[in-house]
């Protein structure tokens, strides 16, 4: 694709992938003052390393890019494995969010004439918080379905004619047993056509999405 670059490597890491700041950065030192055009970097920083780090210089840690006052957003991982991590985000980071839910919606076939049911708690992790703010510049109708129960939020499906469900995998499971429980029948007595799937794996799984049957899954 590109004939005439010239490629370099440059050893910064030892074995097992892992290395000293110091060497690194004399790597980089070096291909700048050579004039490289591209570098291209995998610094290999692991979870473990930034939590250590959140836990030595509270709260943020020590790596921010910019000035705290340049974040507009504070979420964290689910904590399911252990201590939470703390991530900042600029109003270009959240755009960023935005961007890559919108690229979900589209291929999903949404539109401004759908009613979306986004089944998430709306707590500090990250979730489903950019595919509400990616539904808001869609301009489709919202039913935020934080604060409420499994029954509530199938009631409220049923009689607001959600045609959009967003949810993880294991619950859009469970809302399946619920709706049971509630004697309603999705197929019957919902207007749900597509239901999209993250924050875990197991939607693209074939015997996760045959036990869900009925309607259209993007995960």
Same mark, same amino acid.
């Given at each position: ?39 291209? &970097? ?8 930034? &939590? ?77 918080? $950019? ?28 009689? &607001? ?21 509630? $004697? ?29 049957? $009925? ?5």
């Amino acid at each position: 694709m590109a004939p005439d670059c010239e490629l370099y490597s440059i050893k910064v890491l030892g074995s097992g992938m892992t290395g000293r700041g110091t060497v690194f950065a004399a790597g980089l030192r070096w291909a700048i003052e050579h004039n490289m055009n591209v570098c291209n &970097l995998s610094l290999g920083t692991t979870k473990r390393e930034l &939590l250590q780090d959140q836990a030595a210089h509270p709260p943020f840690g020590s790596n921010l890019t910019y000035p705290l006052a340049d974040y507009v957003r504070l979420h964290q991982t689910s904590g399911t494995t252990g201590t939470p991590l703390r991530v900042l985000d600029t109003r270009a980071d959240w755009d960023w969010w935005c961007e890559c839910w919108q690229y979900v919606l589209d291929a999903a076939g949404i539109t401004r004439e759908d009613v979306v049911m986004l089944a998430f708690s709306f707590g500090p992790f990250i979730g489903f918080w $950019g595919a509400q703010e990616a539904v808001g510049r869609l301009g489709a109708l919202m039913l935020s379905g934080g604060g409420m129960t499994s029954a509530q939020r199938l009631h409220a499906m049923r009689e &607001l004619g959600a045609t959009v469900l967003l949810c993880t995998p294991s619950y859009a499971l469970h809302l399946a047993e619920e709706a049971q429980a509630e $004697g309603i029948d999705p197929a019957r007595d919902l207007s749900v056509r597509v239901a999209i799937h993250a924050g875990e794996p197991g939607a693209g799984m074939w015997s996760t999405r045959a036990t869900k049957g $009925g309607s259209r899954y993007r995960r």
